[in-house]
Each structure stands twice: as structure tokens, then as C-alpha cells.
T-cell receptor, first 114, second 114 residues
Framework: KAGVTQTPRYLIKTRGQQVTLSCSPI?????VSWYQQTPGQGLQFLFE???????NKGNFPGRFSGRQFSNSRSEMNVSTLELGDSALYLC?????????????FGSGTRLTVV | AQSVTQPDIHITVSEGASLELRCNYS??????LFWYVQSPGQGLQLLLK??????LVQGIKGFEAEFKRSQSSFNLRKPSVHWSDAAEYFC????????????FGTGTKLQVIP
């Protein structure tokens, strides 16, 4: 079956702009989680959506937001980009019956803010 | 709060040698434990997971991990390392029960020398 698809793979944005990243989970998976990965901070949890509802949220400012559609596809949005937002953004799909079942990750979107 | 410690930032082993990557967790009850591997520029791939039962867990690519409750550890092992195993390895923990976010360790970079 198809894996987790993240688009685009690479993005270059200017400080102050906003960006939208997309994630299509594995068919049948209802949970989508987002992580930010940077060399200094490692993998940091952004938020998790299950059946179109945000179920968990990490410690990120309100500039970071997300949503999930009825087909389980998810988007995350970052407004007023800062240089420190440069990172690999990873989406993880799971059955939703507890992340204990294990994530399947996408290949990520590499965001560079200049 | 749950936490994961990977004490080794970087490990170098010779091809064919055995490997052990360390992971310690902090959590009041039995957690769900995972090991993931990440190749450069890619997402994370699940190697193995522990929920309950047999404390020695077999995973993909010839990896195994042993859960030791008394030491709060979940170390990853492989008897003979291949050059293709060079990557970054992440240990992760989630609360057992309900839905929850997964917390990742800071990762261990594995270098394999011929």
C-alpha cells in the first residue's frame, strides 16, 4: 500500500511569509502527527489530529497551526516565518488507536527560511 | 513527564562487529517503546516496538532490543553490522494506554567503517 506522502519535499521561503505543508497518510489511518526536526532541538512534537480534531499539541507558538480533512489528509501552516523555523517537518501516520502502534513517517518537507 | 535518553551521540563500529545502542526512559509505568532509523534526508522508519510480553523484541534488518524494567532501558542490538546500517537511530517512548504523543530521544549517529 502507498506510504505517507508529504508535499512539497523542499521549500525556500522568505522571513515573514507563510507556508502550508501537506501530508497524506496511509489509507485507513485516521491519525496524523507533525514533528519538527532540527539539529539543535531534535524531533519536537507539533500536534496530532485524529478524525479532523486536534487531539494533542506540543509547545509551539500560535504561528504553527494545522488541520485535518475528512479524508484524513492533513496540512500544517506556519505564518510569519522566522529564520529559526528552518527545519525538516515530518508527518507521521498511525491507526489512531494510540500512537503505541507505531508511526509510519513520510520523507518530510525541508523548509528553508531566508 | 515522559523522557528518553540516548547517552551516545555518535558511535563508530567496524563492519561485521556487533552493535549496541543505549536507551533509557523515564516514566512511572510500563511504557510503549520504539526504535526508529533515519537515513540522511529521509523520514524515520520503525525498526521494532515493545508493548508487553516477551522482553526481547525482534525487528527488521536483523535488529533486536531488550526491555529491562529494572534498568529502565531498551537497548538496541545487532550481532553483525553492515555498511548499510550507517544512519541515525532514535529511541522513542509513549504512555501505555489511551492516545498519546510519542517522545523521541536525541538520536545516535552510527558510522560503519570497513
Amino acid at each position: 500500500k502507498a506510504g505517507v506522502t508529504q508535499t512539497p519535499r523542499y521549500l525556500i521561503k522568505t522571513r515573514g511569509q507563510q507556508v502550508t505543508l501537506s501530508c497524506s497518510p496511509i489509507s485507513g489511518h485516521r491519525s496524523v502527527s507533525w514533528y519538527q526536526q532540527t539539529p539543535g532541538q531534535g524531533l519536537q512534537f507539533l500536534f496530532e489530529y485524529f478524525s479532523e480534531t486536534q487531539r494533542n499539541k506540543g509547545n509551539f507558538p500560535g504561528r504553527f497551526s494545522g488541520r485535518q480533512f475528512s479524508n484524513s489528509r492533513s496540512e500544517m501552516n506556519v505564518s510569519t516565518l522566522e529564520l529559526g523555523d528552518s527545519a525538516l517537518y515530518l508527518c507521521a501516520s498511525s491507526s489512531g488507536q494510540g500512537e503505541s502502534y507505531g508511526y509510519t513517517f513520510g520523507s518530510g518537507t525541508r523548509l528553508t527560511v531566508v | 513527564a515522559q523522557s528518553v535518553t540516548q547517552p551516545d551521540i555518535h558511535i563508530t563500529v567496524s563492519e561485521g562487529a556487533s552493535l549496541e545502542l543505549r536507551c533509557n526512559y523515564s516514566y512511572g509505568a510500563t511504557p510503549y517503546l520504539f526504535w526508529y532509523v533515519q537515513s540522511p534526508g529521509q523520514g524515520l522508519q520503525l525498526l521494532l516496538k515493545y508493548f508487553s510480553g516477551d522482553t526481547l523484541v525482534q525487528g527488521i534488518k536483523g535488529f533486536e532490543a531488550e526491555f529491562k524494567r529494572s534498568q529502565s532501558s531498551f537497548n538496541l542490538r545487532k550481532p553483525s553490522v553492515h555498511w548499510s546500517d550507517a544512519a541515525e537511530y532514535f529511541c522513542a517512548v509513549a504512555f501505555s494506554g489511551g492516545y498519546q504523543k510519542v517522545t523521541f530521544g536525541t538520536g545516535t549517529k552510527l558510522q560503519v567503517i570497513p
